[in-house]
């Protein structure tokens, strides 16, 4: 504690778990208003530390505690006013929507150069073998997506948030599609417009930076990976009759998403203010009524358990071999910060009901086979 006491938690019995040393003497009371947001920033400005700097054990044996346990009484108002503000916090009009996507998506390229696969797939992995490295793995889940999506050559197809570009030059250069690729990020876009260029793809990769709701073509095929996390709950209906709108009579979708295994819920304060502002994780019960106010066929789900657990322990110890570079791009506190949300992250799909979804939908009932066959 700050007056120098020590407290000992547990059954005693042998080595400690972790030691986490509180600096800053109005901490206790900030932890026991607002944990997520208290912890994080204490751990990020260094009045919160671990011995050995035990990220890792920290985060288990936090959220090994809090799945055995209710949350204390005297957090319930918190919990509450959090719910309250919820419509308010994921309210992403087109504006606000670039704005909350800058924040995180413009930072330096090299910043993601240091941890990402060569093809920059910011999205959970695929690991269907043991022992597959992070490009492999990326690789798997562009193809598993491109099976599910039913390619033929020269179908149109939109990317979703399409980011630096990894997926929609993919469907191009090995499906032969024609594809539109929309992202809010202008260093997003402006890298994705010179690999396409630098990869003779311009004349079949159209890249733009704008909102998807603004679009009025139509699509064979939507995909969207890792964008519907940016949508947010009041515009999950709005994002469905788009995607309807903009879908082929005979078109099929895929979305991928991560997802809770539980009730719906708020973002992280954490998360919310550092990382993602206006993100948000839904649960599937969310997306489901959200498609069933639509004329959309729900043809498929899947459920990845784990698969962004091993992704995320990946990233974090590509970032961590190359920290130095990441601090001499911003400073210690952005490392401390990072390697916090990058554990954190991998912890939580490990530990608390995280998983990632893919959603097939169509505009058909019988515009997919009638078995998973096909994506295999």
């Known amino acids: 504690m700050p007056d120098g006491r020590a407290h000992d938690f547990g059954s005693g019995t042998g080595a400690p778990w972790v030691t986490v040393r509180l600096l800053d003497g109005d901490l206790p009371r900030k932890v026991v208003l607002n944990p997520d947001l208290a912890v994080s920033e204490a751990y990020m400005d260094e009045r919160l530390t671990i011995d050995g700097d035990d990220l890792h054990a920290f985060f288990e044996m936090i959220l090994v505690n809090l799945s055995q346990r209710r949350s204390a009484w005297w957090q319930a108002p918190l919990a509450l006013s959090r719910r309250a503000m919820r419509r308010l916090a994921q309210h992403n009009p087109i504006g606000r929507a670039q704005q909350n996507v800058a924040h995180h998506y413009d930072l330096s390229g090299a910043l993601y150069d240091l941890f990402l696969d060569e093809d920059r797939q910011y999205s959970c992995a695929y690991f269907p073998r043991p022992g597959m490295t992070l490009d492999e793995a990326q690789a798997a889940k562009k193809a598993h997506i491109a099976k599910k999506l039913l390619l033929k050559p020269g179908m149109r ?11 929609a030059l993919t469907l191009a250069r090995e499906h032969g599609a024609r594809v539109v690729g929309v992202t809010l990020s202008k260093e997003q876009h402006a890298v994705a417009v010179k690999r396409a260029e630098a990869a003779g793809l311009s004349d079949r990769v159209d890249f733009r ?40 009579p ?14 719906p819920g708020v973002t992280s304060p954490f998360i919310r203010k550092y990382i993602f502002p206006g993100g948000y994780v839904p649960a599937l019960s969310e997306i489901a009524t959200a498609v069933e106010k639509t004329r959309l066929w729900t043809t498929d789900i899947e459920v990845w358990r784990l698969h962004y657990a091993t992704t995320l322990r990946h990233w974090y110890d590509r970032f961590m071999a190359r920290q130095d570079e990441a601090r001499a791009l911003y400073d210690d506190r952005f490392c401390r910060m990072w390697r916090y949300y990058l554990l954190a992250s991998e912890m939580t ?20 086979p009638l078995s998973r066959d096909y994506m295999y």
């Open 250 to 263: 005979d078109g099929v979708a895929l979305i991928h998403t991560i997802g809770r295994e539980t009730p």
């Open 157 to 167: 197809v939109l990317d979703i948030g399409c980011g630096w570009g990894g997926m």
């Open 349 to 368: 799909f490990r530990h608390d009901f995280q998983v990632v979804y893919q959603i097939q939908i169509a505009r058909r009932q019988d515009a997919v």
């Open 209 to 248: 930076l704008t909102d998807y709701r603004t679009l009025s073509e139509s699509f064979d095929r939507i995909v969207s990976v890792g964008m519907f996390e940016h949508v947010g709950a009041p515009h999950f209906l709005e994002y469905f009759r788009t995607v309807e709108r903009l879908l082929d």
